[in-house]
C-alpha cells in the first residue's frame, strides 16, 4: 500500500478501534449516560439534536470566520504598517505582544462588560487570532532576498513596487503559516468567549451549548457538540491547508512534490 | 594611460569604507571606455564586488567620484546568485525591469522573448526557476539584464558556482551577445582563466583596500574560442595575468 494511502487508512483504522472500546467499556461496565455515553447514543443525539446543534454550529463559525477575516486583514495590514514605518513598529509591537500574552479567558469577561455580547465574542476570536498572523507575515516581509531588493533599487522600483512585486509574494509562505494557525485559534477565542459569555436564547453558540447541557447533566449532547466542534476545527486546518498548498504548488520548496 | 579618449564610466579616487571600519577601497581609479569588455580580478575580498556596486550605484563611495560623462543611461547587473523571484515564472523574472518601468504590454513581450532567444532560453519562458538548472537559471539572470537593453552590463563573478562545462558554455554565449548588442561589459571574477578568455583588459586588483595594482591588455582578436582556450598564446597570457595577480596579493594585506 502506498504511503498516500496508509496516512488515510490508519488514522480511520484508530477511530474504529476506539470508538469501538469505547462502546464495548459502556456496554460492558453498564455505565449509566450521565457519566459517559456510548457512542451510540452520542450518535442518536446528535441526529435528535441536529436542528438546535446546527444552528448553534453556524453560529459558533460565523463568529470563528469573522474573527478570523479580522486577525487576517489586521495582522497583514500591521504587519506591511510595521514594515513600512520602523517608527510605528516600534510604537506598537509591544502592546501586540502584550494582548497576545494576556489569556483571552482572563480578557473576555472585561469585553463583556463594555461591548454588546455577539461584538465581545468577535473581539476575542480577533485577540487570539492576529498576533500569528502578524508575527509571520512580519518574519516573512523582513526575508527578504537582499540581492532582489538590490535589483528592485537598481531599476528605480517605488515603495510601492517593492511591496506588491516583491515583498507580498516573497512572505506569502509565511503569510498562510499564519493564516493557517489564525484559522484554529479563532476558533477557541470564539468557544472560549462564547463560554465566558454563557448567554442563552436562539443565538447562542455551540461551546454555550456544551456549557448549558453540562448544568443540565445531558451528557450526550455535550458530547454530540464537543464533536461538531472538532469536525468545524479540523474542516478549517484542511481548508486552508489546502488554499497554502495550491497557492505555493508551483513554487516553495514545502509544496513541492519530489520525486526521488 | 589607456584612458584616453571617450569613456563611457571613469572612477577617480573611489574608496569605500564600511560601518564596521573595513576598508574595501581606497583609492580606486578606473576608466571604462564604450562597447569595452574590462574584468577586475582579485581575490575574494579585494572589493571587486564593491566596485562594480558603487558603478551600479547600489552602493555610495566613501571618497572620490563616479562619473558618467554621456549620463549613466540603463545598467544591467547580474549577481553571483541568479536572484530570480522562485514564485514567478521565467518570463514573468524576465520582464520585470520593464514592468518597473511601466513599459507597455506589447513591447515588453517583444523585448522578453527577444532577450530569452539571446540567452537559448524560448522554450523555458513558462518554467519556474527551481525546475531549470544553475546554468540555466543563470542564462534567465542574463535575460533579464538584458531586457532593458543596458548601455553597461555589470557581472558579478556570475559563473562562479557553476561546473566548468557550464562555465565554457556560458562564456562563450556572453562573448556572442556582447558582440552582436556591442555593450559595455563589466566582469567581476577571480578566476585568471575565465577574465583573459573574455576580456579586452583585465585590471587586476590588491587585497585589503582594494586598490588597481595592474591593468593588462589581452589583445587576441575575437571571435575567441575553443581554439584560442587551448593555444599557446593563451597559456602564455594566463602565465602573465597570473604572475600580476600573485604579485598583486603581495602587494596588498596578504591572506
Known amino acids: 500500500m502506498n504511503d498516500r494511502a496508509l496516512r488515510i487508512v490508519l488514522p480511520f483504522v484508530v477511530l474504529v478501534f476506539s470508538v469501538l472500546i469505547w462502546g464495548l467499556v459502556v456496554w460492558f461496565f453498564a455505565i449509566p449516560p450521565f457519566v459517559l455515553p456510548g457512542p451510540g447514543l452520542v450518535l442518536a443525539t446528535l441526529i435528535a439534536d441536529a436542528g438546535l446543534l446546527l444552528n448553534s454550529l453556524l453560529v459558533t463559525l460565523l463568529t470563528t470566520f469573522e474573527g478570523f477575516l479580522l486577525a487576517a486583514a489586521g495582522g497583514i495590514g500591521l504587519a506591511i504598517l510595521f514594515n513600512q514605518s520602523r517608527l510605528v513598529e516600534y510604537s506598537l509591537y509591544p502592546y501586540a505582544i502584550i494582548l497576545q500574552v494576556t489569556p483571552v479567558v482572563a480578557i473576555a469577561p472585561l469585553l463583556l462588560i463594555y461591548l454588546p455580547q455577539p461584538l465581545a465574542v468577535l473581539t476575542c476570536a480577533w485577540i487570539v487570532a492576529f498576533f500569528p498572523v502578524l508575527a509571520n507575515t512580519t518574519l516573512g516581509l523582513n526575508s527578504v532576498d537582499h540581492n532582489l531588493l538590490a535589483l528592485f533599487q537598481l531599476y528605480k522600483a517605488t515603495r510601492w513596487q517593492v511591496l506588491w512585486n516583491l515583498k507580498l509574494p516573497s512572505a506569502l509562505p509565511q503569510i498562510l503559516t499564519g493564516l493557517r494557525i489564525a484559522g484554529g485559534l479563532s476558533l477557541i477565542g470564539a468557544v472560549v468567549a462564547e463560554i465566558a459569555a454563557g448567554s442563552a436564547g436562539a443565538g447562542s453558540g455551540l461551546a454555550y451549548r456544551i456549557a448549558e447541557s453540562g448544568y443540565r447533566l445531558n451528557i450526550p449532547r455535550m458530547f454530540a457538540a464537543l464533536l461538531l466542534l472538532s469536525l468545524a476545527g479540523v474542516a478549517i486546518f484542511f481548508i486552508l491547508s489546502a488554499l497554502s498548498h495550491f497557492a505555493l504548488r508551483r513554487w516553495h520548496e514545502s509544496a513541492v512534490i519530489r520525486e526521488s | ?255
Not at chain 2, 29 to 45: A, H, I, K, Q, Y
Not at chain 2, 125 to 151: Q, Y
Request: hydrophobic letters at 45%; glycine letters at 8%.
Open chain 2, 1 to 255: 594611460m589607456n584612458a584616453k579618449g571617450s569613456t563611457i564610466v571613469s572612477l577617480h579616487d573611489v574608496g569605500k569604507t564600511f560601518d564596521n571600519g573595513t576598508v574595501a577601497l581606497k583609492a580606486f581609479d578606473l576608466d571604462v571606455r564604450p562597447r569595452e569588455f574590462v574584468s577586475l580580478l582579485g581575490s575574494s575580498g579585494c572589493g571587486k564586488s564593491t566596485a562594480l556596486r558603487i558603478i551600479a550605484g547600489l552602493s555610495s563611495a566613501s571618497e572620490g567620484s563616479v562619473e558618467w560623462p554621456s549620463g549613466a543611461g540603463q545598467i544591467g547587473f547580474v549577481f553571483q546568485e541568479p536572484t530570480l523571484m522562485p514564485w514567478a515564472n521565467i518570463a514573468t523574472n524576465v520582464v520585470l525591469p520593464l514592468k518597473l518601468a511601466h513599459a507597455g504590454d506589447t513591447s515588453s513581450r517583444i523585448s522578453v522573448l527577444q532577450a530569452l532567444k539571446r540567452v537559448g532560453l524560448t522554450d523555458f519562458a513558462e518554467s519556474f526557476p527551481r525546475e531549470l538548472s544553475g546554468g540555466m537559471k543563470m542564462r534567465a539572470a542574463i535575460a533579464r539584464a538584458l531586457v532593458t537593453e543596458p548601455n553597461v552590463l555589470l557581472m558579478d563573478e556570475p559563473f562562479a558556482a557553476l561546473d566548468e562545462i557550464n562555465r565554457f558554455k556560458l562564456n562563450n554565449d556572453l562573448l556572442s551577445v556582447w558582440q552582436e548588442l556591442n555593450r559595455t561589459v563589466i566582469f567581476v571574477t577571480h578566476s585568471v582563466f575565465e577574465s583573459v578568455y573574455l576580456s579586452q583588459r583585465i585590471v587586476v586588483m590588491t587585497p585589503r583596500p582594494g586598490r588597481v595594482f595592474a591593468e593588462i591588455e589581452i589583445d587576441a582578436p575575437y571571435p575567441r574560442d575553443e581554439r584560442f582556450r587551448t593555444s599557446a598564446e593563451y597559456a602564455a597570457l594566463c602565465r602573465r595575468v597570473a604572475e600580476a595577480l600573485g604579485k598583486a596579493m603581495a602587494a596588498g594585506g596578504g591572506s
